[in-house]
């Protein structure tokens, strides 16, 4: 076992005698050694519940013969840290839990690693360590929480309450139902209800086999959540005790074929645009080739057929469940044929074929059939362009069919909080299109969230008279013609820096385009004349994070040689 580097031998008794203070005996030196890496977190609803998960996952464990340590990672709630200062830190998080589970698992040797996430940047950042560690590892998220409902009735989630400040500032909501969205919103511990980045991110698990199946859709905190966290914590046990236990190691699970299997699902559930990010910072951790313009090919071969908040504000995570869960969308999806790795292995043991073989759909109005897709294609799109030479995202999922095609009017602005000024001052008309730059990786620094810009688009009524462009990204609840993650960005002297307001620029999902319709001569004469917006950073954290990290349309990973 990898854990005898720290236990067997005269020369480690300094060793175990500091592993006896932490309660073992004799009997546990000849055990397997499980990593918990726990993100418990009080502030976030998707993790304060966790540790009791720690605990279940810890007893298991023992109880199948292995020796659990946990150890915790940190979490940034995006929802809280949404609209000031604090998004800055989300995006960077990420690495700093990869680097946790890094540091933790080759520090101390350990034999396997169970990971228990749920929100926002954790579970890739756990994706991410685990692949540079590489021993048998399996995931279970926290789960996602129901959907809140107001007093009539009508399903409500986060996406509601982020629009509702736009509709309130219109006048066009009382005080009093404002206080109801905020109060019913987010009614109980999980990850955010809708086809958020968290959900996203755990439905991909699944796709990808780390996971067992359910991760993304069975709520938190009910029996059938916690009997999944029990079967993890034994299975881990399981893989790491077999006879050729590198069989499970990481890289031989999220391989070539687990990340094609994780866009396809992406497309068939229209899920975050952020998981483009993450997903190609995973493939580089897990040693994958994938460049970005392969998503369009993947899109084109793959039909929507569930549509999730916020991109349909009735249908919530536990609707999909109750309609047969992931593996039922999988199925769906298998039955058009060459489109999946059906022979792709799952921690579980099986292959994705048999994983998926007895798992039919059982309400078509939530899950739709291949041959009634709410779209033949996927529900993300690259677009290209002069404006993104290296690519942009836009989750097609959550645009109105008018605004497939669109051809606007720039009205810039050079950070996030210039956009909500001018957006709630009315400077943005209708047939504007708003350009929030110097947000990216470098710019930001941090790729701040946009949730609360394009909620106010939505919520003053012009989400199909307005478009939105960004070297920065987008909330999982964004909807609307929000296209992000602009490469190159403007703080490397990407196109979009050389806007100007009244410019005309031309977005077509369809045919992948983002074009800005100006001259070449005059853009030349920008160019040379342009010089990078600066920003004054105190965070010592967040200037070396800006030093090192790449564009979008490189995962925003850090550059590990200058």
Request: charged share 20%.
């Amino acid at each position: 076992m990898r854990s005898d580097q720290i236990k067997k031998g005269f020369d480690r008794t300094p060793h175990r005698s500091l592993l006896r203070a932490t309660g073992l005996k004799d009997e546990d030196f000849n055990k397997p050694f499980i990593g918990v890496a726990n993100s418990h977190i009080d502030i976030i609803p998707g993790h304060f519940f966790l540790q009791e998960y720690g605990r279940i996952v810890k007893e298991a464990i023992r109880e199948a013969g292995g020796v659990p340590f946990e150890f915790n990672t940190i979490g940034v709630d995006d929802g809280i840290a949404m609209g000031h200062d604090g998004m800055l830190y989300s995006l960077p998080s990420r690495e700093l839990i990869a680097d946790s589970i890094e540091t933790v698992m080759n520090a101390h040797k350990l034999d396997g690693l169970i990971c228990i996430p749920n929100c926002d940047k954790i579970v890739p950042g756990m994706l991410m360590g685990a692949l540079r560690v590489n021993i048998p590892t399996i995931f279970v998220s926290g789960g996602p929480m129901p959907a809140g409902h107001k007093k009539d009735g009508t399903p409500i989630d986060l996406a509601t309450a982020f629009e509702a400040v736009g509709r309130h500032a219109e006048g066009q909501m009382s005080d009093a139902e404002l206080y109801e969205i905020e109060c019913e919103a987010c009614p109980s511990g999980g990850s955010c209800s809708g086809m958020f980045t968290a959900n996203s991110m755990n439905t991909l698990c699944e796709a990808m086999g780390i996971a067992l199946p359910g991760n993304g859709t069975v709520l938190a905190m009910t029996p059938a959540r916690i009997e999944m966290v029990k079967h993890a914590a034994r299975r881990i046990v399981e893989m790491v005790k077999s006879e050729n236990a590198s069989q499970w190691n990481m890289r031989n699970i999220v391989n070539d074929k687990a990340i094609h299997n994780a866009f396809v699902v992406d497309m068939a559930m229209g899920g975050s645009s952020n998981t483009v990010l993450h997903m190609l910072s995973i493939a580089k951790e897990a040693e994958v080739e994938f460049s970005i313009e392969k998503i369009n090919v993947i899109a084109e071969n793959v039909a929507h057929i569930a549509k999730i908040s916020p991109s349909l504000s009735t249908v919530h995570m536990d609707d999909i469940n109750r309609a047969g869960g992931v593996n039922a969308v999988m199925k769906e999806i298998s039955r058009r044929g060459g489109v999946l790795h059906l022979d792709a292995r799952m921690v579980t043991g099986e292959t994705l074929q048999e994983r998926i073989a007895n798992a039919p759909i059982k309400d078509t109005s939530v899950i739709h059939t291949w041959e009634n897709p709410y779209s033949k294609v996927g529900g993300l799109s690259i677009l290209f362009g002069n404006l993104a030479r290296e690519g942009a995202v836009v989750k097609t999922a959550g645009i109105a069919l008018s605004m497939r095609q669109f051809v606007g009017k720039a009205i810039c602005f050079n950070s996030q909080q210039e956009a909500i000024d001018g957006i709630m001052g009315h400077k943005v008309k209708a047939g504007n299109v708003v350009v929030i730059r110097y947000e990216g990786p470098k710019g930001g620094p941090g790729m701040q969230e946009m949730l609360a810009p394009t909620s106010l688009i939505m919520g003053m009524g012009l989400g199909e008279s307005v478009a939105l462009i960004t070297d920065g990204r987008f909330s999982g609840a964004t909807r609307g013609a929000s296209i992000g993650h602009v490469s190159p960005e403007a703080a490397e002297g990407g196109m979009i820096a050389l806007i100007e307001d009244g410019d005309e620029i031309a977005i077509d999902v369809d045919t992948h385009l983002l074009q800005l319709n100006v001259d070449e001569a005059t853009l030349s004469k920008r160019k040379a004349a342009w010089r990078p917006h600066t920003k004054t950073i105190s965070s010592k954290w967040l200037k070396r994070y800006a030093l090192l990290v790449s564009n979008a349309s490189n995962g925003a990973a850090l550059k590990t040689s200058l």
